[in-house]
């Protein structure tokens, strides 16, 4: 019996030992960085939605609805009177965006959005007539068309009162863009492909290379800088896809991110990063809170007195300080340990930003702090 408990303890040490070891979770490469070349474009365009049920643009305030309609029919061979000027109040101009994805081919079709851009109440039941969509070099990339899909809606009474739930302004086409023209790509044009990381780490940079050398052999890959990873690749475009599908796959350890604290100073927002730790030093918050309470004091004259009541106002003005503890943070204390003690002490979100900014004023907070 004792011969196997001691058989035993070896394999017990190599399991504490097993344990004890730091995971490091592996990632492929495509959800690391994305291929150079390899984007989307964005979109924008102008148009009028119609078919409206009264929840249009007021044409006195948005004139330029009443002239795109114009233009419109003009081009249709409709001409409307110069003294004449519809009161309109089932068409709204609209915006209209979209992205082009990599690789599209005309005759492929693009989900779009479609935004009021006067003072249309909502788009609800509205169809959007065809607009052009251009892309930064003023050329036309896509033509949209299509009824809107809008998520929220809007009632309103006589007297002015409205209820609105989510957005009634904004809508959706499914499918509501058709590609006219393909956008030219610079995948193919060398022997080597490039692959630009997500966030900038010179660490992930050095673990990628390492991973995609001991894949595909020696040389493979190279660094470029702290984003930008050079990878060798054949010519030939079918051999080029088959290739980057096996690239994408790879995994790796990414490097670990920086220590970071950011606070949003407008919710009161507090997110630590795992690699945040604080210097010993001893913390006394407290709270001070001061209340002032108005009132009025009357007084009256006498009976038959010949004098006139005064009304005389009377401030209450009391100091209130909570009693702070002071806590203590150990030295290299870890995130679950600042987290902890923190809330011991029952701090608020708005007494740890302060908190935080004092330490990193005294010079304990091994971290970088960014305010948003």
């Known amino acids: 019996m004792r011969t196997a408990l001691l058989r035993l ?32 474009n964005a979109l924008v365009g102008y148009g009028l939605v119609v078919g409206l049920d009264g929840s249009g643009d007021r044409t006195s305030q948005s004139p330029f609805t009443v002239q795109s309609l114009r233009n419109m029919l003009n081009e249709l061979g409709v001409t409307v009177p110069a003294n004449v000027n519809p009161q309109l109040k089932n068409v709204a101009a609209v915006a209209i965006h979209a992205e082009l994805p990599p690789f599209a081919k005309p005759g492929q079709t693009i989900d779009i959005t479609v935004s009021s851009i006067a003072n249309a109440v909502s788009l609800r039941g509205g169809t959007l007539l065809m607009a052009p969509l251009k892309g930064a070099d003023g050329q036309v990339y896509a033509i949209a068309q299509g009824s809107l899909v809008v998520g929220g809606f809007g009632a309103q009474g006589r007297d002015g009162s409205r209820v609105s739930v989510n957005v009634p302004s904004v809508g959706r086409i499914p499918n509501g863009a058709m590609v006219e023209r393909e956008v030219a790509g610079g995948f193919g044009d ?11 780490d010179f660490s992930t940079v050095s673990n990628m290379v390492r991973a995609l050398d001991a894949r595909f052999g020696p040389g493979t890959a190279r660094a470029v800088d702290g984003v930008t990873v050079a990878v060798r690749a054949p010519f030939d475009p079918g051999a080029r896809i088959g290739f980057l599908a ?50 009025v004091d009357v007084s009256q004259p006498e009976a038959f007195g010949r004098g006139n009541s005064v009304i005389t106002p009377r401030s209450d003005v009391s100091v209130d300080q909570d009693g ?42 091994r971290a970088e702090l960014e305010v948003i």
């Open 9 to 40: 303890i070896p394999l017990a040490l190599l399991a504490l030992a097993t344990l004890a070891t730091p995971v490091h979770a592996q990632e492929r490469v495509k959800d690391l960085a994305s291929v150079g070349g390899v984007r989307g």
């Open 246 to 295: 096996e690239v994408e796959n790879v995994e790796l350890s990414p490097g670990t991110a920086p220590a970071k604290v950011i606070v949003n100073s407008r919710t009161g927002t507090v997110v630590m990063g795992a690699q945040v730790r604080v210097l010993p030093a001893a913390i006394a918050h407290g709270s001070l809170s001061v209340t002032i309470t108005e009132s």
């Open 324 to 365: 702070s503890r002071m806590f203590r943070f150990a030295g290299g204390s870890s995130l679950d340990e600042i987290v902890r003690a923190v809330n011991a002490v029952g701090a608020a979100p708005g007494d740890l930003i302060a908190i935080l900014e004092a330490l990193k004023q005294a010079g304990a907070l």
């Open 190 to 200: 060398s022997g080597e492909l490039t692959l630009n990381l997500n966030r900038a």
